[in-house]
């Protein structure tokens, strides 16, 4: 039944003359658009799809707000928008008004009674450099930033309770007492909740686990946190979402705006507060007492028995992985991520041990990695050993190589999952063995000869499957992509790893395709990255995969 609808779907979301969306894009769209407020939630009740005209018509005011031209499909385009970091509340109050709202911004119906309102940081960030004093005094400029145009004051209240606050502000982590949990870094970045006479009601809670920073130019060592709550403060006050270019409600995270003591909102934003509260009394220049902003804090400090950070554009990584959608560059205690749409989350790398909860200490570099098609289920290798993580935290205690079917002995070089018939490859060296995940048992007939990947470099660093079902080989600074369901590597491989992957500059000189497996040991000069194609979230298949052939290599 569910395949149906999918593929129902297919046919309604795209024109006859436009490539077909995968299943999967098409389910993420449709839960995207529900989760936003673009489509109603589905009654548990009834398997009903919504009509064709109702789900254009949802693309066309996602894609008002994203600033793309109305189409109505759900082109790479717009999947590339939806995979951006942002607000994790809804953009449409309410779908009845869907198409006919007339005005770029939104409201949530509730306002406060009160023209003085307080405010308290309750935790402050713990990955990140900036000191308290700084997160403060930026929630007071972001606070202030609204009150100039409204006439409601703001106050930090005084030491006492610390619940005696009507905005109470915190960085918290995944779950953490409310409905809506963070996601790690990248995705969504804060939420807050609207005026009312909840306990919870103006409340604004930011992803601890994003790289916070105040001062950066562009944003390339993290995420504005004046921007984001600015952003946030609005929906605290009773504010939507909005579809203006220059809006700072937009859902989507636009990068810093500039100097906080002299930040002012945008005319669509003005228009949308004045809704709520009226125009400011006082005159239009007016401001109110602004704290002196401090210098920017300097990046974190490493432990003093921290190794080095290394440079993601040098290569030679220890693993690679498609987890969730996503790329993990690993190297040493350290990792990259690379969202769906071929985005780097962040320049610096996250740290192994604070991200993988419950890997042993004494494990300082993951050598493969996959996510296990079954069950979703993560799995870390390092030395003779692997762990089992359940999203990001272990379960059980390590397990050995030898229960995959490899013999005792060296580590494993490489570990993927082939889409093309379910099997997981393992390779040492010059050699792989299969495993069967459905039977949970190693395939008879291994190990073979690496060579039958036609193209493919010995003792690769690692080897992943992308979203759009190629199968890619990295070693040193280069990669070798093999087409989907291919064994033998494309003409133009191999190709430098960082300009696609990692955000990196281009090489010097061009790679020649006749180059031996890791004999290039270009390095970069320029701090621009070439656009990389952009890759579909791998998510749980809703439709059966139709093969028609298993490979048998």
């Not at 390095?523 to 990389?532: F, G």
């Amino acid at each position: 039944m569910l395949g149906r609808l999918v593929l129902l779907l297919l046919r309604l979301l795209v024109p006859a003359r436009a490539p077909e969306p995968r299943a999967q894009d098409v389910s993420l769209g449709v839960v995207w658009l529900t989760r936003y407020g673009y489509l109603p939630p589905p009654d548990p009740a009834q398997a009903q799809l919504q009509s064709p005209e109702k789900l254009r018509d949802a693309l066309k005011v996602m894609q008002r707000f994203a600033g793309l031209p109305e189409t109505g499909v759900l082109d790479s385009v717009t999947m590339a928008a939806m995979r951006k970091p942002r607000c994790s509340l809804p953009d449409v109050m309410g779908v009845a008004g869907l198409v006919r709202r007339r005005r770029r911004y939104a409201l949530s119906g509730s306002v406060w009674k009160k023209r003085t309102l307080t405010w308290r940081v309750l935790s402050f960030p713990g990955n990140s450099a900036l000191h308290p004093e700084t997160v403060r005094t930026l929630m007071h400029h972001a606070l202030a930033a609204w009150g100039i145009e409204s006439g409601l004051t703001f106050q930090e209240a005084a030491s006492g309770d610390p619940q005696g606050a009507d905005i109470l502000i915190s960085f918290s982590r995944a779950y953490h007492n409310d409905s809506y949990p963070f996601d790690g870094p990248g995705g969504t970045l804060a939420h807050a909740f609207f005026p009312g006479e909840h306990p919870i009601s103006g409340d604004t809670h930011f992803d601890d686990e994003e790289t916070w920073t105040f001062g950066s130019k562009d944003g390339a060592a993290g995420t504005d946190l004046f921007a984001v709550a600015v952003h946030e403060f609005g929906h605290s006050l009773g504010l939507g979402h909005s579809s203006a270019p220059d809006s700072i409600m937009r859902p989507f995270y636009q990068g810093p705006v500039g100097d906080p003591a002299g930040y002012r909102l945008s005319q669509d934003d003005r228009d949308g507060l004045q809704q709520l509260y009226g125009t400011a009394p006082r005159a239009p220049d007016a401001r109110p007492t602004r704290r002196p902003l401090p210098r920017p804090a300097p990046p974190p400090a490493l432990p003093p028995d921290s190794p080095g950070v290394p440079d993601r554009c040098d290569g030679n990584f220890d693993a690679i992985a498609n987890i969730r959608g996503e790329t993990f560059f690993f190297k040493g205690p350290w990792f990259w991520r690379v969202q769906p749409s071929g985005q780097l989350v962040s320049p610096q790398p996250a740290r192994l041990h604070r991200f993988w909860e419950g890997l042993p200490a004494g494990v300082q570099e993951v050598q493969a990695a996959y996510a296990r098609p079954p069950d979703g289920r993560i799995l870390l290798f390092s030395g003779p050993r692997f762990w089992v993580f359940q999203e990001r935290r272990l379960e059980g205690a390590a397990r050995p190589l030898t229960e995959l079917g490899l013999p005792p002995g060296e580590p494993v070089d490489a570990v993927f999952s082939w889409p093309l018939n379910g099997k997981t490859y393992l390779i040492r060296q010059r050699r792989y063995w299969r495993y069967d995940e459905a039977a949970a048992r190693p395939d008879p007939g291994y190990p073979r000869d690496l060579s039958l990947w036609e193209g493919a470099p010995p003792a690769p660093d690692d080897v992943t499957v992308g979203n759009a079902g190629d199968t890619y080989f990295f070693k040193g600074v280069h990669y070798w992509r093999f087409p989907k369901g291919s064994v033998k590597a494309d003409a133009a491989s191999p190709q430098p790893m960082g300009p696609e992957w990692l955000d990196c500059p281009a090489p010097r000189r061009p790679v020649a395709t006749t180059l031996q497996p890791g004999s290039c040991h270009c390095r970069c000069d320029l701090n621009r990255a070439a656009t990389r194609l952009a890759l579909s979230p791998l998510l749980s298949p809703l439709l059966p995969l139709l093969l028609l052939g298993l490979a048998s290599r």
